[in-house]
């Protein structure tokens, strides 16, 4: 599914956090969107799956605007967003989080398909989300993407505070994630694998794209620039 | 034993309804966080739609009771849910003003439809003795009430466990965010809720009206604050423990009774029981199971002035000199009495604003610590002292009970410290109001200072010591102290990584604002000869957050327009009707006040503009890109797409 | 055929409550009350609003189509000097006074001399709680007051003056009970405040009586203030005296021997009843019981009832407010528990006494003055006769009657000074002489013997009357028969 965000701001309050955003998640590609902290990434996320409205611009999807939507609405259309921290609900059991996570109807399938991804949730469906280990509670908010077979997916740092042993599974599920012909639009802190997944990558800097290309084009001194706050 | 089990019975029966209640409110708490303290005002109306529909309908009872429970109900939970959105982005304190203003504008309006007095209830279930247990009878209804609070818990709490709906209720308690994105509407879901949560509360009020025979708001309205004991007991979240809870209260206040009766310096004790178990149970808990459902709103700090110095000033002066004309202007002539009244609640008021604006705390008791001073001033007066001295006097006996919630405040905040605050306050009316050391049997006798029996002479002296309050506050404010309080207010966090005591601040700000409550409590029972409890009416202490919130945002506007609005108006108002009117206006002003607490009203205007600038995207914009075409195209950047389309794969 | 003016504001008020309340007609208009005989013409109220802020009853012409003449508001006539000048005031706009029949020019002399000649108005006011729960019990002090000044008007005025009642609401607020009283004193130019209705508020009403020296005749003598003030004058026997009555006569009634008390925290008036248990026991004359606090506001009183009941208490005495007498029946009926109820008479209102739980129960009233439905003494019958005639089909009670037998201790306090009526103007002064003047007075069986001196407070007259409620409504089961301790 195609993403496209047409000169975008938005902020929070009174401050404006991006400014003038252009960016495409082109159909089954992985597009890596990279910055230092605070240059926006999480907040482009939150406008592209409706939880923050611009302030300016637009948002379509697959061609259709979009922009005003709400979240909700989004996840009809085929958007997944796995927001950064660990998206899941802590008070409830990992069987309720995936009950939650599927559509109303297909409950069982929607686990069997949860399970069958990370076994390791098979193991702790009757555990409360809030008691697992990170890993795991990152595998159950990961699991969305896999149950609603969204056809775009957003993904803010997923890989952040996790072991690198699972960080690597991780990657492989997003590899499994691309290959099934989502579009994924990912916000990395391990900018050399998110560069190694990636067909195409942005460089936010200060709220404003500072490269837009393929990977190939973007040299590791930009990249130190960008996340330093240099401009390029 | 067999002695106690007449208590038992009525315990567990009155106690399953305070149950059945509690459970709508901690529903509809937990999954908005608004803690709705109208929640009884929900109940009285269901009682009231109940009875019009049938004896005045003359609907057959099954009719009647659907139409309450599945129409009733789910409206008011539609409104009360758009209500909550309004108040969702607003500080604690300014939720409680809202829920507040909505009970008193409810009220009012049902004291303006049906009367003040009470009316008689046709009870609807049926009456019969099912069974006696020794000597006590247990009629049919009491056994329906009970196995229907349990059915109520039981469905509910299987709603939750197993439902799609009911899951996603208890998610979005988690994270309403997060359950946006999974696909469920949290508007709906909260929708949902509150048209369960006030379906039951119109089901208790029906239920509650039907046990006594008979309908009276004030019973009604305020019976459901005995279910804040049974909420305090489920922690404010559990669902089953709502019940357990509430025949746990209805439990303890009859055995309590019972077991008074030899000692009447307890009388009143079990009226009392749910506040201290509300009151203890807040001190008891640990602290993180209370947290406080809901993201927490910051309060904004209040912008300065845009009236400039000078005009300010003018602007004060001029007051003061109205204000020192008063006796002699021709509109006040008879109303002389109802100035002097509001002068001495200008010290309440400006008190309160200190409390809740300046640190952002709250009560729900001040009108309490104005009784404790009264009856200090009575005391006193009766032990011949002086009457400044016995004023002072009055004001320094509030600071013991201030330091009593100041304890709890220090670990408790917002919502937990009102309730605290409230069950305070009813505890001391219905507990220690009618003991000797308060008002006694019968008023207590009060005299005015010597040599200002005249209405004229007294007026000035109040303006005097009401000038005196407001200028104290206002030094306060831009002290030290008030620079503390107001960090308080934005950030306690930030506050005390900077070293400084929060809780010596709060504790401080607690006893200045009871100590001056309790002045303004003395004046006022100085003014007609004598007080009794009827006059510290623990309503009383709602109303005025009511109007305060109403009445600005600086501590001048506070002083002015709250008596104002409060006592000089109404005496000029004879209709008990119109006066009537006007509490509900009140009522329905302080909700607009607390909803707008943070510029609320800017976000549905932006909205607004939002959507009209997206026209310029209709034909206007239409027409100017032909005109564009006609001319060339400019230089104005066309439509992006990026820098670049990348190629697709 | 007559109506009431009141000023622009008053109209849009009941304009706008008019609006609010149509269409929800559950509240009963209680100020419908008709005037002289033929006439269908009523003191009109708009439609829906009760207990409007002031009413004004105006001055009426000698008997005759009597006609309740319109007063416009603040034009109320100040008693003038002119002995016989009509009511200007009272011709206003739209009503019109009927012409003074022929009257029969004779030599007066004597208080019950026939009038020759239509002298000043005389302003009263009324000052009460006229809403509320109080208020549901009181509100009928301003019928009973309203009845008496329309049969007092039809038969020429008090000493040959008309008399205009001017009654304000004052809410229990003792800042309104001094407003009201410094306007109705200082501005509409009353002489006498009838009938008040203050039980809570009642040092308020007390210390501007003594401000404004103007003499409160009359009201629901609930307070010790009565007793208190110079300027207070009961027209009936001690509240106390009442209670205690009441428990005397329940107790002979079924020979009850055990007698508790049930009294409400949230107002002085029940808690002043616990303060004096002690004596009412005594004077009731049957073993003193438990006492127990409650809450008017409770669910239900079955805990308390069986602590009664354990109590061995038979006779019961509820100082509570009506709806809650109610409820403590219902209780402790659950428990198969039925002790004779005493309550004051304050409490018990027509709507309450139709309960047919109060009824099954049968409430015992210890009373001040006569009670309303005794027709076996003179005034009992007038008192009946009146209201048939001036309000008829308008449930009566005691706070009624006790506002009728006010007007009648004033009209005797004018008789005894009638040579000053009925040449002078008639001032506060005038009435408090009078009024010191009144000895031994019965007001033809409508009260105990009241007895008052100038200048100094009256003491309690510990008598009472007694009514009952039962199946039927209220009885008067020893007519108008007074005991005292």
């Known amino acids: 599914m195609t993403l496209v965000l047409e000169n975008l701001a938005a902020g929070y309050g009174g401050t404006t956090v991006l400014r003038g955003i252009n960016l495409v998640v082109p ?27 611009p302030s300016a611009g637009r948002i379509h999807l697959e061609g259709r605007d979009v922009t005003g939507s709400s979240p909700h609405q989004l996840v009809r259309r085929g958007v997944c967003h796995v927001p950064e921290g660990r998206g899941v609900f802590p008070s409830l059991t990992v069987r309720e989080n995936l009950v939650l996570q599927s559509v109303a109807g297909n409950e069982s399938d929607a686990i069997a398909r949860a399970v069958s991804a990370f076994p390791r949730l098979g193991e702790r469906l009757s555990q409360l989300a809030g008691t697992m280990s990170g890993g795991e509670q990152q595998m159950l908010a990961l699991a969305r993407a896999y149950i609603q077979s969204p056809r775009l997916i957003l993904l803010d740092e997923v890989s952040m505070g996790l072991a690198p042993k699972i960080v690597d599974e991780i990657f492989e599920f997003l590899a499994m994630l691309a290959q099934s012909g989502a579009s994924l639009l990912l916000v990395e802190q391990y900018v050399t694998r998110a560069l190694e997944v990636a067909d195409f990558v942005y460089l936010i800097n200060r709220g404003e794209i500072a490269f837009a290309g393929e990977p190939s084009e973007l040299d590791a001194a930009d990249v130190f620039k960008a996340y330093v706050g240099v401009g390029l | 034993m067999n002695e106690y089990i007449p208590y038992i019975i009525f315990g567990v029966t009155s106690g399953a309804v305070f149950g059945i209640s509690a459970m709508g409110l901690v529903l509809t708490y937990k999954t908005s966080g608004v803690f709705n303290i109208a929640h009884g005002a929900v109940c009285a109306a269901g009682a009231y739609v109940f009875y019009s529909l049938r004896q005045q309908a003359d609907l057959p009872w099954p009719v009647a009771a659907a139409l309450v429970v599945c129409v009733f109900g789910p409206l008011m939970g539609i409104v009360l849910e758009r209500l909550a959105v309004a108040f969702s982005g607003v500080p604690t304190a300014f939720k409680i003003v809202g829920t507040v203003g909505l009970l008193v504008a409810l009220q009012s309006l049902i004291t303006l439809i049906y009367g003040s007095t009470s009316r008689v209830f046709d009870p609807f279930l049926p009456q019969g003795e099912a069974f006696s247990v020794s000597g006590t009878k247990v009629n049919y209804e009491q056994v329906i009430i009970l196995l229907l609070g349990f059915a109520a818990a039981g469905a509910l709490v299987t709603f939750f466990r197993l439902s799609r709906l009911g899951t996603a209720m208890r998610g979005v308690v988690d994270d309403p965010a997060l359950l946006d994105l999974t696909g469920d509407s949290p508007t709906r879901v909260r929708r949902y809720a509150w048209i369960i949560g006030s379906s039951f509360a119109a089901m208790s009020g029906v239920l509650f009206a039907s046990t006594q025979a008979q309908i009276d708001v004030n019973v009604l309205t305020l019976l459901v604050v005995q279910a804040f004991g049974a909420a305090t007991i489920a922690r404010f979240q559990s669902l089953p423990l709502c019940i357990v809870g509430g025949i746990v209260v209805g439990l303890l206040q009859k055995l309590v009774s019972k077991e008074i009766t030899a000692y009447p310096d307890l009388q009143g004790l079990d009226l009392a029981t749910p506040f201290i178990v509300l009151f203890i149970g807040l001190l008891v808990i640990p602290r993180r199971k209370l947290v406080e459902t809901g993201r927490q709103i910051r309060a904004k700090a209040v912008p300065p002035s845009r009236v400039p110095r000078p005009f300010r000033a003018a602007g004060y ?51 309490g610590f104005a009784a404790i001073g009264a009856i200090g001033l009575g005391h006193m007066q009766g032990y011949g002292m002086p009457f400044a001295l016995a004023v002072i006097i009055g004001g320094l006996l509030c600071i013991p009970p201030a330091l009593l919630i100041a304890i709890p405040a220090i670990r408790l905040s917002g919502l937990y410290l009102a309730l605290a605050t409230l069950g305070f306050g009813i505890m001391l009316a219905q507990f220690c109001y009618g003991k000797s050391y308060m008002f006694g049997f019968g008023s207590l006798a009060t005299e005015r200072p010597a040599g200002f029996s005249d209405d004229e002479t007294y ?104 008596p104002v609005l409060l006592y000089v108006i109404p005496n000029y108002i004879g209709d008990p009707d119109m006066n009537t009117m006007l509490q509900m206006a009140f009522g329905l002003a302080a909700m607009f006040a607390a909803a707008n607490a943070q510029g609320g009203w800017d976000v549905p205007f932006t909205r607004l503009a939002e959507r009209s600038s997206d026209r310029l995207r209709g034909p206007a914009e239409a027409r100017l890109r032909r005109l564009e075409a006609h001319d060339g195209p400019s230089d104005k950047a066309q439509p992006v797409h990026g820098p670049r389309v990348p190629v697709t794969r | 055929m007559s109506n009431t003016i009141r000023s622009r504001q008053m109209l849009a008020v009941a304009a706008v409550v008019g609006v609010l309340v149509a269409g929800c007609g559950t509240r009963v208009a209680d100020d419908r009350i008709i005037s002289a005989e033929g006439g269908a013409a009523g003191v009109a109220v708009p439609a829906g609003a009760t207990s409007t802020g002031e009413t004004v009853v105006a001055a009426t012409t000698e008997s005759g189509p009597a006609v309740a003449a319109l007063t416009p508001q603040g034009a109320a006539a100040q008693g003038t000097a002119a002995t016989n000048s009509a009511p200007e005031a009272a011709a206003s706009a739209g009503g019109q006074s009927a012409a003074a029949k022929g009257s029969t020019p004779q030599v007066a002399s004597g208080p019950n001399a026939p009038c020759t000649t239509k002298l000043a108005p005389i302003v009263i006011g009324q000052t009460l709680v006229s809403s509320g729960v109080v208020g549901a019990a009181l509100g009928n002090l301003r019928l009973g007051l309203n009845i008496w000044a329309q049969a007092v008007n039809a038969r020429g005025g008090v000493q040959c003056h008309p008399v205009q009642v001017y009654s304000m609401d004052d809410g229990s607020d003792p800042a309104r009970v001094q407003s009201n009283m410094n306007e109705l004193v200082n501005n509409k130019g009353a002489v006498a405040i009838l009938a008040a209705g203050d039980p809570i508020p009642d040092t308020a009403l007390q210390s501007s009586a003594e401000r404004l020296k103007v003499p409160v005749i009359g009201g629901d003598l609930n307070s010790v203030t009565w007793t208190k003030s110079p300027y207070l004058f009961p027209q009936g026997g001690g509240a106390f005296a009442s209670y205690a009555g009441g428990i005397k006569e329940a107790g002979e009634a079924f020979k009850g021997r055990r007698a508790g008390l049930m009294y409400c925290v949230e107002a002085n008036i029940c808690s002043a009843i616990a303060g004096n248990w002690d004596q009412i026991a005594q004077w009731g004359g049957l073993a003193q019981g438990a006492a127990k606090a409650v809450s008017i506001t409770a669910t239900d009183y079955t805990a308390e009832c069986q602590v009664m009941k354990n109590d061995g208490v038979d006779t019961l005495l509820t100082a509570v407010d009506g709806s809650a007498v109610s409820r403590i029946v219902r209780s402790c009926a659950a428990l198969g528990y039925r002790p004779a109820i005493v309550t004051p008479a304050l409490a018990i209102n027509p709507q309450v006494a139709a309960d047919p739980n109060a009824q099954k129960n049968t409430l015992w009233l210890g009373t001040s003055v006569i009670p309303f439905n005794s027709t076996d003494t003179p005034a009992g019958k007038e008192f009946n006769q009146d209201a048939a005639r001036y309000a008829p089909g308008t449930a009566l009670d005691q706070s009624t ?79 108008g028969r007074m005991s005292c301790f």
């Not at chain 2, 008879?334 to 300046?358: D, I, K």
């Not at chain 2, 309050?469 to 005390?496: N, T």
């Not at chain 2, 029972?525 to 006059?535: K, N, Q």
Request: hydrophobic letters at 50%; charged letters at 10%.
């Open chain 2, 317 to 367: 002066g001029t007051t003061l000199l109205v204000a020192l004309a008063i006796p002699q202007l021709w509109f006040v002539g008879a109303h002389l009495p109802a100035y002097n009244q509001a002068l001495t609640q200008v010290t309440l008021f400006v008190s309160l604003h200190l409390l809740v604006r300046t640190s952002g705390q709250i009560s729900l008791c001040h009108f």
């Open chain 2, 459 to 562: 007026y000035y002296l109040l303006l005097g010591v009401a000038v005196a309050s407001v200028i104290a506050v206002l030094v306060i404010e831009r002290s030290r102290l008030g620079r503390v309080l107001r960090g308080l207010s934005d950030s306690p966090v930030a506050l005390q990584t900077l070293g400084l005591s929060v809780n010596v601040a709060r504790v401080i700000v607690f006893c200045i604002s009871g100590f001056m409550a309790g002045i303004s409590g003395a004046l006022y029972g100085s003014l007609f000869g004598s007080v009794s409890a009827s006059t510290f009416n623990y309503v009383n202490s709602l109303v005025i957050l009511a109007v305060l919130a109403i009445s600005g945002r600086r501590v001048m506007s506070a002083a002015i327009v709250a």
């Open chain 1, 27 to 53: 159909p089954s590609s992985v597009v890596a969107l990279l910055g230092a902290n605070g240059a926006g990434k999480t907040t482009l996320l939150r406008v592209a799956s409706g939880l923050l409205k």
């Open chain 3, 401 to 479: 009657v006790m506002g009728w037998v006010s007007g009648k201790l004033f009209a005797a306090a004018m008789g005894k000074v009638h040579t000053d009526t009925r040449t002078q103007t008639v001032t506060s002064a005038t009435v408090l002489k009078g009024l010191g003047l009144i000895k031994n007075e019965t007001l033809n069986g409508a009260a105990p013997p009241l007895t008052f001196t100038a200048g100094k407070p009256t003491p309690p007259t510990n008598c009472y009357y007694i009514v009952s409620v039962s199946e039927g409504g209220f009885r008067a089961p020893k007519g």
